[in-house]
């Protein structure tokens, strides 16, 4: 009981970490990539990132994955009173509309997609094979978000992706020097394999900052979507784990994920909304009248 009280406190500190980290990223969204380096507080948020990721795997030693991995939702549970509060109002009806069904259906989708079997690593071949495709979907991505007038989810979904693969590529190497001893920090494909690992976490925190320039929530919950449903596919096709969901789960976990999507439109058109609400009214100027 002790252990499953610690791993719920620990998953409430993660969402917490990165939902204050993805409030100040929203802050700075519109700045470049030369100009953020220079912003002090935003390596705070870099910071509660890191923290958030380290929390996770530590929650990891405490409870089961299917209790950790729901909980996840919590950040944007978090993440969209303190955005409102943070602007010094309430929050909208679309926003916790959307905010409710986006978690219902990520809970839902957590619970239902299910693996089972010992993961494996990736072969060389495979982890190659992973890194250029990455780069070249993530890459395509990024350039659908940067079109003028684009959706800023494209680069959520760029930057949900390029966690996922974080995520694998980090277990090749946990797994991969744990077997074979510290030497194996030393082989080339490890060393390209951490090369990666670096690339990918600073181009999806990028991304994921630059997805908050119109707004928070809807690129929030696409991320959160984005990067469990990646990491299924890879743990399946790659790692060699077996989706353990039935025929009827599957339909579930289609109801479930249009529930997520019904969400996060929600959320998106909630932005709007917002933004009037945040934009004070333009003063009346006096008519003067005619003579």
């Given at each position: 009981m002790t252990d499953l009280i610690i791993a719920i406190v620990l998953c409430v500190a993660v969402a917490i970490a990165y939902a204050v980290a993805a409030l100040i990223q929203a802050r700075f969204a519109h700045l470049t990539v030369s100009e953020l380096v220079r912003v002090p507080v935003l390596w705070l948020a870099i910071g509660l990132n890191g923290l958030g990721a380290a929390l996770h795997v530590a929650s990891l030693n405490f409870g089961p994955l299917s209790l950790i991995q729901p909980?996840?939702?919590?950040?944007?549970?978090?993440?969209?009173?303190?955005?409102?509060?943070?602007?010094?109002?309430?929050?909208?009806?679309?926003?916790?509309?959307?905010?409710?069904?986006?978690v219902l259906g990520l809970t839902g989708l957590a619970l239902i997609i299910t693996t089972s079997g010992k993961a494996d690593t990736l072969t060389s071949f495979e982890l190659v094979a992973l890194i250029i495709g990455t780069v070249v979907l993530v890459t395509v991505l990024a350039f659908l978000g940067r079109r003028p007038g684009a959706s800023t989810l494209w680069e959520a979904v760029a930057g949900g992706v390029a966690f996922s693969v974080c995520s694998a590529l980090c277990q090749t190497l946990v797994v991969t020097v744990g077997d074979s001893g510290a030497e194996a920090l030393l082989w080339p494909t490890t060393i390209f394999a951490m090369i990666a690992v670096a690339t990918f976490a600073i181009v999806a925190t990028i991304l994921t900052q630059r997805s908050y320039r119109n707004g928070l929530s809807a690129p929030l919950a696409v991320t959160n979507l984005v990067n469990p449903a990646s990491a299924t596919i890879i743990g399946v096709a790659l790692l060699g784990e077996n989706l353990a969901t039935s025929n009827f789960e599957i339909v579930l976990a289609i109801i479930c994920g249009v529930l997520s999507g019904?969400?996060?439109?929600?959320?998106?058109?909630?932005?709007?909304?917002?933004?009037?609400?945040?934009?004070?009214?333009?003063?009346?100027?006096?008519?003067?009248?005619?003579?």
């Open positions: 909980l996840g939702v919590l950040t944007l549970v978090i993440a969209v009173p303190l955005a409102a509060l943070t602007a010094r109002r309430k929050p909208t009806r679309l926003e916790l509309t959307g905010m409710t069904y986006t019904y969400g996060v439109a929600q959320l998106a058109r909630a932005r709007d909304v917002a933004e009037t609400l945040t934009v004070p009214p333009m003063p009346e100027k006096d008519v003067q009248p005619v003579s």
